[in-house]
Each structure stands twice: as structure tokens, then as C-alpha cells.
């Protein structure tokens, strides 16, 4: 097989401010270990896919980031977007570089920042989902994650327990609907009902499949993907960049995975979090006998299930509860554990008031 790994490493991490920052955002950052989180992605992949078949795409400034820490990658994997416009557009220009390359290679799409605790259970379903994609040709694989609490935060897969296929020693269940990110309620029902699992937003395709599902399902952006392929071909980047300036900001899910079809799912069982938010932290960093997970040198009275990153300094917690208490040199977040979710909502006011200082 050929497999080609795509990483999306153009993301910014609001929820992580103010470590997460627009030059050196999350993904550019050690926060599950002492490498970056793109770092550990790519070691995942070595066992499995060479590095002169891994492909990073991201915009110019985080691309020169991605270089220095990459240096196993070829120069000419590391792909930049001419402007940001959401995973759709980002991975057609990189399915476009693969396409031109190998039009039977299995392309996989990974997100830049996510952890993964069962790196060999992974690269097995991995290698399994590839001979899959070789073996059906015509259809789009994903993995689901088998959901641990009713979450509000995620995305939904719901399958067909009943069509299933084998491949390569692995189950694939038929995928018979994408859903968004539900209320409360509704996520318990999909808990209950044994057949919805969370969107990894992990993705695997044929590159000539791609163009073949864009043109069926998402017609509105098959234009882009000729005007790509041509710019890639006549080495137009006026062209590339003419095609960013028009083509929608949407995301993969909502320009393709939601619309086409078949989508088979396999199950993603093997220790996944997106890291999303800085509570997701307190399961993955070391923690106290009440639960007080820490990076940094503390002490901590009569508190409990707290979250402290501050490397530089002590940090003294009294009496207080499930707190996150992230110190940098310019900027404190200060944040109850349940209302992690709303540190992007900072970034949005700073934005607003030209506080690009502190972005």
C-alpha cells in the first residue's frame, strides 16, 4: 500500500489561552509530555508510514514553525495554505499534491493535537482501514470513539450495527449519519442507544476517490479542486492563491462527510482525546492524593481537583475547589473547571478590543 498521512496543523487552540497563542499555538506546544503535540503525532505514525510519505498542511507562518521541529519530513511535504479557510479547502490542496503523485494512494487525515494512549491498537486499525480503503476503492473510512459520558462537546457518528464488513482483521461498521453537537438530552439518548459514537475527525481516502465525492456530493467546491490541480500542474501559485481568496471556509465534515456516501466507521477504541480544553489535562498530568494535577512546584491546603500550570513559579492554593489557574508572563486565566469550554469567549473579547498583544 501506499499510504500517505496528511496532518491539520493550522489550528490555533483558543481554548488553551494564554499558553496557546496565534505564533505558537497548542499543537506547537509540550503539553502531554516534553514534545509538542505535533511532535508526538508524526513519532506515532513512524512504525507505520515513512516520513517521506507524511505531509503537513498548515498557513506560512505556522509552516516555518513545523519545519524546525520536523526535520525528518521533506522540505517539500510541508504544504501552506495561502489563507485559512477551515479543513475542507486545506485537504483538498493536500489530496491534490498526493493525487498528482499517486492517484491510487490511501490518504489519511489526522489532526495535529490529539493523544492517542494505544499507539500500536491505533497503527493496527490504522494499517486495517487502509487495506480497507484499497480493497472497497470507493469509499470514505473513519474511526469513531466509543463515548465514555453524554458529552455536548463532540460530534456525533451514528452506524447501522447491522452492516458491518471484515477487513483485515477489523470490524467496519456502516455509517448512517453525521450529527452536530447535541444539547444535554439528546446526548444521553445517543449514550443509551448503543450505535452513536463521538467524531474523531480522522479521515481516510483513495486520492482518486476524493475528487470523485466532491464532485457528487459537494459540487460548489469541485471548481476549486480543478483550479488547484491546474495550479499545482502549471506551478501557478497566482492561480493557488486566487482559488483561497473564493473558494468557502467550511469544514471537511460539512462539505463531505455529512453529504457522502458510503462512509464506513471503525471503532476507535484505543485511548483517543482531543485534548480540547485545559480540563482534559487533569486525567493525562501527574496528580495529588485529592486530585490536583500540576505542572509547576505547589501546595495545595485543604483544595482539591485543581488543574495548575505555572513552571516558573510556586503556586499556593487554600481552600479552593476545581479551579484552573494557568500563569504566563503577560496573561493569568483564573477559571472554574465546568467553564473551561468559555476561555475561547477571552480570546473573541480581546480580539474584539484589539488586545492583539495578548493573542
Request: charged residues 25%.
Amino acid at each position: 500500500m501506499d499510504i500517505r498521512a496528511v496532518i491539520m496543523a493550522g489550528g490555533v487552540g483558543t481554548r488553551f489561552w494564554p499558553l496557546s497563542r496565534i505564533k505558537k499555538p497548542k499543537q506547537f506546544l509540550p503539553i502531554i509530555s516534553d514534545k509538542t503535540m505535533i511532535e508526538e503525532t508524526v513519532f506515532r505514525l513512524l512504525p507505520l508510514i515513512d516520513p517521506s510519505q507524511i505531509y503537513t498542511i498548515a498557513n506560512r507562518s505556522q509552516t516555518n514553525t513545523i519545519t524546525k521541529l520536523l526535520p525528518q519530513i521533506p522540505e517539500e511535504n510541508f504544504l501552506a495554505e495561502p489563507k485559512g479557510k477551515n479543513t475542507a479547502p486545506s485537504l483538498m490542496l493536500a489530496t491534490a499534491v498526493i493525487y498528482l503523485q499517486n492517484p491510487e494512494a490511501v490518504v489519511i487525515a489526522l489532526p495535529a493535537d490529539h493523544l492517542i494512549k494505544d499507539a500500536a491498537l491505533f497503527l493496527q486499525k490504522l494499517e486495517a482501514a487502509g487495506r480497507g480503503i484499497s480493497t472497497l476503492e470507493d469509499v470514505i473510512i473513519t474511526f469513531g470513539i466509543p463515548p465514555s459520558f453524554p458529552s455536548t462537546g463532540y460530534g456525533y457518528i451514528q452506524i447501522s450495527p447491522q452492516e458491518s464488513t471484515e477487513l483485515a482483521g477489523e470490524t467496519f461498521f456502516a455509517v448512517e449519519k453525521f450529527k452536530e453537537k447535541p444539547g444535554i438530552e439528546q446526548a444521553k439518548e445517543f449514550l443509551d442507544a448503543g450505535n452513536h459514537f463521538w467524531n474523531s475527525g480522522m479521515f481516510l481516502w483513495q486520492a482518486k476517490t476524493f475528487p470523485l465525492k466532491l464532485e457528487k456530493y459537494s459540487p460548489e467546491l469541485f471548481p476549486f479542486w480543478k483550479k488547484m490541480i491546474k495550479a499545482l500542474e502549471t506551478k501557478q501559485e497566482s492561480l493557488l492563491i486566487s482559488a483561497f481568496e473564493d473558494i468557502p471556509s467550511i469544514s471537511i465534515d460539512f462539505a463531505l462527510m455529512e453529504r457522502a456516501q458510503p462512509v464506513w466507521m471503525c471503532r476507535g477504541d484505543f485511548g483517543w482525546s482531543d485534548v480540547g480544553a485545559w480540563s482534559s489535562l487533569s486525567d493525562l498530568w501527574a496528580k495529588d492524593d485529592r486530585r490536583n494535577a500540576f505542572r509547576g512546584d505547589g501546595i495545595f491546603l485543604d483544595s482539591a481537583n485543581c488543574l495548575v500550570h505555572n513552571p516558573d513559579k510556586i503556586t499556593a492554593l487554600v481552600g479552593v475547589e476545581d479551579l484552573i489557574i494557568v500563569d504566563t508572563e503577560d496573561a493569568l486565566l483564573v477559571c472554574r473547571k465546568d467553564c473551561d469550554q468559555q476561555v475561547k469567549q477571552v480570546v473573541e473579547y480581546l480580539n474584539k478590543k484589539g488586545k492583539k498583544e495578548h493573542l
